[in-house]
């Protein structure tokens, strides 16, 4: 377990302030943020190598602070690895490793094992981190810290490694803190999703609940969600909701919310306890068609296509609703299929489940 | 060709004859000679035997002492560390005579350290221990400067990784630090050899006999004119083109990739 309370460092003129959040035992913690945030400081300080200047950080019910970085029972993984060069790969793996067999059995997992007899400099990034990986893993820790160490792998190695770790971390019951700059990954590994950015958490949570549900309209838009409107919310009262049973209520505390951007209107569930002032709506949630649809969804607009932008299989087709862009995100073939054109019209359609108030 | 080039290469060129022209003249000129006295002079010999030796162990004290003071001023960033690096390079800015002077006043019979060596048995003034202090003295600067610079380049988190992988810091300076800033630390004790050899001005102010090559290349030009000095000298010059060849192979040969990047992100 990672347990950091208000942890701060500092390494120069940056500081890492008031670091608070909660990676429990054997669950998988990945920390976003963009560069320059302080992720690799935040894993340093952890490690110990970077001085804790303020707050507490326990590992595994320890406290930390006089722990010298070899007694933390943790490994750490740089992206660029860091591999020895004065040792033949198979010494890497072996350095900190407590059996031999252990370290191989580990490599071997990895594909890093088949590598042990290259020189390090002939390796490539990709291959450096697997060695890297494998040399971290072989010492067995009980806590795992990770700097993007799949950034140099190729798509499908990337794939296949991530898998394998995610089996090693559940057999071994370790905790694991990675950083990265890909949201797919974060969704992907995450039990835990802690954003960073200018050596301060912005939100800690479950991965989901953290995109689905953004603090702030930084946070939204920071994680990519392309519909942020300002705007005024006003509680419908209690009774009257007839589209909230077609929406599964969010429960006890939701109400139906009315909330006002622009010439917009959008349906939403919240909590009658805040006064949001952003409604934030991923692409991926808002639905396309080229007829009006009948369905549960609360939210229906009529819009003129502005904008097509095709990325491999997902297309985002912009709308202009009233005067306000409304961005889908939907496959590139569904967008074939619908034959959408700039210029012409279009429905979109969302559940007010999907509208997330901050 | 601009005109500010071809200036740039004349200057160059003049200046790299002007440094190099001396010597190469010298070992021609008495190079021969020198060799066939190293047969025939024995006074010669023996001071080669001399300074060789003095000059290897100042170099001993001054790495097995400069290391690790390099290593913590390298590495340790404790209030005053900017003075304590300035104060290391002070014997390289004072005249030689001047810090042969200090020496007497620290070594001599009469101070403190050199009564309670004397006491002890062990003379430093006038003796070979005199001359290995001078040679430390105005050379250990120069490896301790050399040993930052090849702590400075090995990058910490080389050595941040070992720490997680369960050594602590000392075991991490034998295993890491030390095999990754090797090269450049034998090329600063290389450097401090050669600079010992060549000293001249502490030396004779500590210690005038026995004689080192330098001081007995002075001597014979004082003595018998530049002729005599003229096989002394040359000898002098090729003990301290050998250290400079050996450095030059080990910078030449390839090294090991230590810096692959990564920002503190």
Not at chain 2, 135 to 144: E, K, T
Request: with cysteine; aromatic share 6%.
């Amino acid at each position: 377990m990672i347990e950091a309370r208000g942890l701060s460092a500092r390494v120069g003129a940056f500081r890492l302030e008031n670091i608070t959040f909660t990676v429990p035992k054997g669950a998988y913690g990945v920390v976003i943020g963009p560069a320059g945030s302080g992720k690799t400081t935040l894993l340093e300080t952890i490690a110990g190598i970077t001085p804790q200047t303020g707050g507490t950080l326990s590992l595994d019910g320890r406290p930390a602070l006089d722990l010298p970085p070899e007694q933390r029972g943790l490994g750490l993984v740089y992206q660029h690895g860091y591999l020895f060069p004065h040792l033949s790969v198979e010494r890497n793996i072996a350095y900190g490793a407590p059996d031999a067999a252990g370290a191989r059995d580990v490599a071997t997992r990895l594909g890093a094992w088949a590598l042990r007899e290259r020189a390090v400099e002939s390796l490539s990034g990709g291959e450096r981190q697997l060695v890297a990986l494998a040399r971290a893993l072989a010492r067995r820790p009980s806590i795992l810290l990770l700097d993007e160490p799949f950034s140099a792998l190729d798509p499908r190695r990337r794939d296949t490694t991530r898998r394998e770790l995610r089996r090693i971390h559940r057999e071994w019951g370790m905790t694991v803190l990675q950083v990265t700059h890909d949201f797919t990954e974060a969704g992907l590994l995450g039990d835990v999703a802690i954003l960073l950015d200018a050596g301060r958490v912005l939100q800690s949570g479950k991965p989901e609940e953290v995109f689905r549900k953004p603090a702030s309209p930084y946070v939204a838009e920071f994680l990519g969600a392309e519909n942020v409107f300002a705007g005024t919310a006003r509680i419908l009262p209690d009774s009257a909701p007839d589209w909230f049973a077609g929406d599964s209520p969010a429960g006890l505390g939701s109400h139906a919310v009315e909330f006002r951007t622009g010439s917009l209107t959008i349906y939403a569930v919240a909590n009658a306890a805040e006064s949001p002032g952003y409604a934030v709506i991923r692409a991926e949630e808002v639905l396309l068609s080229l007829e009006p649809q009948a369905s549960s969804a609360r939210n229906h607009f009529r819009g003129r296509i502005t904008e097509i932008s095709t990325l491999g299989a997902l297309t985002r087709v912009t709308l202009d609703v009233n005067g306000s862009p409304l961005v889908a995100a939907l496959t590139t073939r569904s967008a074939q299929e619908l034959a959408l054109a700039v210029g012409g019209e279009a429905y979109a359609s969302f559940k007010a489940m999907a509208v997330h108030l901050c | 060709m601009p005109l500010a080039s071809i200036l740039a290469a004349l200057l160059g060129s003049i200046l790299f004859l002007f440094l190099v022209a001396p010597i190469a003249q010298l070992v021609a000129t008495a190079g021969g000679e020198g060799a066939a006295r190293l047969v025939t002079d024995a006074e010669l010999r023996q001071a080669l035997a001399l300074t060789a030796a003095t000059a290897t162990a100042a170099t001993l004290l001054g790495v097995l002492g400069g290391t690790p003071i390099a290593y913590l001023v390298e590495r340790w960033h404790f209030r005053g560390r900017a003075v304590v690096a300035a104060l290391l390079d002070l014997p390289l800015l004072i005249p030689h005579p001047v810090a042969g002077i200090a020496l007497l006043l620290v070594l001599g019979r009469e101070s403190a350290v050199g009564g309670a060596a004397l006491d002890l048995g062990l003379r430093i003034v006038g003796s070979p221990a005199g001359i290995v202090a001078a040679m430390l003295f105005v050379s250990a600067p120069l490896y301790i400067s050399g040993a930052r610079e090849s702590f400075a380049r090995v990058d910490r988190r080389y050595e941040a990784v070992a720490r997680t992988l369960g050594d602590p810091r000392w075991r991490v300076f034998r295993r890491v630090t030390l095999p990754l800033s090797g090269r450049g630390l034998v090329a600063a004790a290389v450097v401090m050899w050669a600079r010992a050899v060549s000293e001249f001005g502490a030396i004779v102010v500590i210690t005038y006999n026995p004689k080192t090559v330098s001081v007995l290349s002075y001597d014979r030009f004082t003595s018998f004119g530049l002729h005599e000095a003229l096989p002394v000298a040359a000898i002098l010059a090729l003990l301290a083109l050998l250290p400079l060849t050996a450095l030059r192979a080990l910078r030449y040969e390839r090294r090991p990739e230590l810096d692959v990047g990564g920002g503190r992100a």
